[in-house]
């Protein structure tokens, strides 16, 4: 099943060019596979891993967990797109949608690999094929600021994954004079204790750097603003939440080494340090924000930075990191697919051009108003319990310093983005960036599919944050063990 997983994208994008002109039929056949995916996702959660011999790539008890969220995502975002490309501003790009989702499955395929990869190597591989297929649809709107967000995010990227692979390297080093030595995670986990631990030292931070460069943990955040602020809605969706979770499941493989090697607080400090640093750096910016995709992407820097704080302090506060990776998939995306229909309306991205969502469009204001409330932890949003779990481990450790801070930098931010967002929805209706185009008549041309993938994806926020479903708990309780945490 791995292998039809990962060919079936390749095979649907070579077939995307003799439907250059039948676009609703691309996007029928991407929605497809994304509904595919997710039953296949929903199978290995009900089944487990699949038996067998090791291979290059294969399914475990935490892969399933970042595919599961994947799957979702996706099909919200696919079946988003067809509505996206029927609006009036996406006409005079109908002709190259092919290559949109040409691109879009390639990256889709080079996500999964990164997913299922069981060898580092691998997922080094599949992580460097996800900047350069990922890229072509950040410029896919062409323009300076677009090919500009391109490069930058290639560039940096780039240095990013030339750091993990000089931390590959140096984790080959240590492990310089076992018999068989390999670069598979099961030798890894195996043979953790036996390997050198002056190089696993030197390997972690490199590999941190680059792997969290992807991540869009701070500093090497720096790409992320721009490449959301110019990217399709539904690609920031997709961006948040396959791209930065893919490389948080490759960050997790190497901190399980770390853990099994006995230098989990070695570790443990540089995560959380990165992640206090990633709250700090969105609690400067999103108040100045004042691009609202670009208050998204600041937006996901402090999410990665809570999840990586998780990590780091283990026990009950990984469960609620794995957890609040759920959650901000789940809302974020619905978050960036509202920002969509937004420009859809107002054709601007910047917040001061956009105000009375709420008479113009009662429906995105909701969305905007449930997506801010969502992300910003409140209850009974499934956040609400992942942020909850990760201060009461904190409160457990006695780290109350970081608890204080944790708490702080989590208040201004929240501030910040309220700020924004309630003046956009309640501000007065305007018009069409200084047209005399009424942006109600923008509204009226979003069809159903504009606003049912955002629906479903924060009602299915809220039902995690009410009642966590038992073979969820199980398949999360699962993911925590095969880390090797303790203390759930």
Same mark, same amino acid.
């Given at each position: 099943?791995?292998?039809?997983?990962?060919?079936?994208?390749?095979?649907?994008?070579?077939?995307?060019?003799?439907?250059?002109?039948?676009?609703?039929?691309?996007?029928?056949?991407?929605?497809?596979?994304?509904?595919?995916?997710?039953?296949?996702?929903?199978?290995?959660?009900?089944?487990?891993?699949?038996?067998?011999?090791?291979?290059?790539?294969?399914?475990?008890?935490?892969?399933?967990?970042?595919?599961?969220?994947?799957?979702?995502?996706?099909?919200?975002?696919?079946?988003?797109?067809?509505?996206?490309?029927?609006?009036?501003?996406?006409?005079?790009?109908?002709?190259?949608?092919?290559?949109?989702?040409?691109?879009?499955?390639?990256?889709?395929?080079?996500?999964?690999?990164?997913?299922?990869?069981?060898?580092?190597?691998?997922?080094?591989?599949?992580?460097?094929?996800?900047?350069?297929?990922?890229?072509?649809?950040?410029?896919?709107?062409?323009?300076?600021?677009?090919?500009?967000?391109?490069?930058? /995010?290639?560039?940096?990227?780039?240095? !990013? #994954?030339?750091?993990?692979? =000089? +931390?590959?390297?140096?984790?080959? @080093?240590?492990? *310089?004079?076992?018999?068989?030595?390999?670069?598979?995670?099961?030798?890894?986990?195996?043979?953790?204790?036996?390997?050198?631990?002056?190089?696993?030292?030197?390997?972690?931070?490199?590999?941190?750097?680059?792997?969290?460069?992807?991540?869009?943990?701070?500093?090497?955040?720096?790409?992320?603003?721009?490449?959301?602020?110019?990217?399709?809605?539904?690609?920031?969706?997709?961006?948040?939440?396959?791209?930065?979770?893919?490389?948080?499941?490759?960050?997790?493989?190497?901190?399980?080494?770390?853990?099994?090697?006995?230098?989990?607080?070695?570790?443990?400090?540089?995560?959380?340090?990165?992640?206090?640093?990633?709250?700090?750096?969105?609690?400067?910016?999103?108040?100045?924000?004042?691009?609202?995709?670009?208050?998204?992407? /600041?937006?996901?820097?402090?999410?990665? !930075? #809570?999840?990586?704080?998780? =990590? +780091?302090?283990?026990?009950?506060? @990984?469960?609620? *990191?794995?957890?609040?990776?759920?959650?901000?998939?789940?809302?974020?995306?619905?978050?960036?697919?509202?920002?969509?229909?937004?420009?859809?309306?107002?054709?601007?991205?910047?917040?001061?051009?956009?105000?009375?969502?709420?008479?113009?469009?009662?429906?995105?204001?909701?969305?905007?108003?449930?997506?801010?409330?969502?992300?910003?932890?409140?209850?009974?949003?499934?956040?609400?319990?992942?942020?909850?779990?990760?201060?009461?481990?904190?409160?457990?450790?006695?780290?109350?310093?970081?608890?204080?801070?944790?708490?702080?930098?989590?208040?201004?931010?929240?501030?910040?983005?309220?700020?924004?967002?309630?003046?956009?929805?309640?501000?007065?209706?305007?018009?069409?960036?200084?047209?005399?185009?009424?942006?109600?008549?923008?509204?009226?041309?979003?069809?159903?599919?504009?606003?049912?993938?955002?629906?479903?994806?924060?009602?299915?926020?809220?039902?995690?944050?009410?009642?966590?479903?038992?073979?969820?708990?199980?398949?999360?309780?699962?993911?925590?063990?095969?880390?090797?945490?303790?203390?759930?």
């Amino acid at each position: 099943m791995i292998s039809v997983l990962l060919l079936t994208p390749l095979v649907l994008a070579a077939l995307m060019p003799g439907l250059r002109r039948r676009v609703m039929w691309q996007c029928r056949l991407v929605f497809a596979y994304a509904v595919g995916l997710a039953a296949a996702a929903v199978w290995f959660a009900v089944t487990g891993p699949e038996p067998g011999p090791a291979s290059l790539l294969a399914v475990d008890d935490l892969s399933i967990w970042f595919l599961l969220i994947m799957a979702v995502v996706l099909v919200a975002t696919t079946l988003y797109s067809c509505d996206f490309f029927r609006r009036p501003e996406e006409q005079e790009t109908a002709e190259r949608a092919w290559k949109y989702h040409v691109f879009l499955l390639l990256f889709v395929a080079s996500m999964l690999g990164v997913l299922l990869s069981a060898h580092l190597g691998l997922l080094w591989v599949f992580v460097e094929t996800s900047t350069l297929s990922s890229a072509m649809l950040v410029c896919y709107h062409p323009g300076r600021n677009s090919y500009e967000a391109a490069w930058k /995010y290639i560039f940096i990227c780039s240095i !990013g #994954i030339s750091f993990a692979f =000089i +931390g590959i390297i140096f984790l080959s @080093l240590s492990a *310089a004079g076992l018999e068989h030595s390999s670069l598979s995670w099961d030798w890894l986990d195996s043979h953790a204790a036996q390997l050198n631990p002056f190089w696993l030292k030197t390997a972690m931070p490199l590999l941190l750097i680059g792997l969290g460069t992807k991540m869009g943990l701070a500093p090497m955040h720096n790409w992320l603003p721009d490449a959301h602020s110019e990217a399709p809605a539904p690609i920031s969706a997709t961006l948040s939440a396959a791209l930065l979770n893919a490389s948080c499941l490759g960050i997790l493989r190497v901190h399980m080494i770390l853990l099994r090697a006995g230098l989990g607080e070695y570790s443990r400090t540089i995560l959380i340090v990165m992640g206090f640093l990633s709250l700090l750096v969105p609690a400067i910016f999103i108040l100045r924000a004042r691009n609202y995709k670009r208050m998204l992407a /600041y937006s996901s820097v402090e999410n990665m !930075g #809570i999840i990586a704080i998780g =990590i +780091g302090f283990g026990g009950a506060a @990984l469960f609620g *990191a794995l957890l609040h990776l759920a959650g901000h998939s789940l809302v974020k995306a619905s978050f960036f697919l509202t920002s969509g229909n937004l420009y859809s309306i107002y054709h601007s991205k910047r917040i001061r051009d956009v105000h009375g969502i709420w008479r113009c469009d009662a429906m995105s204001a909701w969305l905007w108003l449930g997506g801010a409330v969502g992300i910003c932890a409140f209850p009974p949003f499934v956040t609400f319990i992942s942020e909850f779990n990760i201060m009461a481990r904190m409160l457990q450790e006695r780290a109350i310093v970081a608890l204080l801070l944790f708490g702080l930098l989590l208040t201004v931010i929240l501030g910040a983005m309220f700020k924004h967002v309630l003046g956009m929805v309640f501000g007065r209706p305007g018009f069409e960036c200084g047209t005399d185009i009424d942006i109600s008549d923008n509204a009226s041309l979003l069809g159903p599919a504009a606003y049912l993938p955002q629906l479903v994806l924060l009602l299915a926020a809220v039902g995690l944050g009410l009642c966590l479903p038992d073979p969820v708990y199980h398949l999360m309780t699962k993911a925590v063990t095969f880390i090797g945490e303790q203390g759930l």
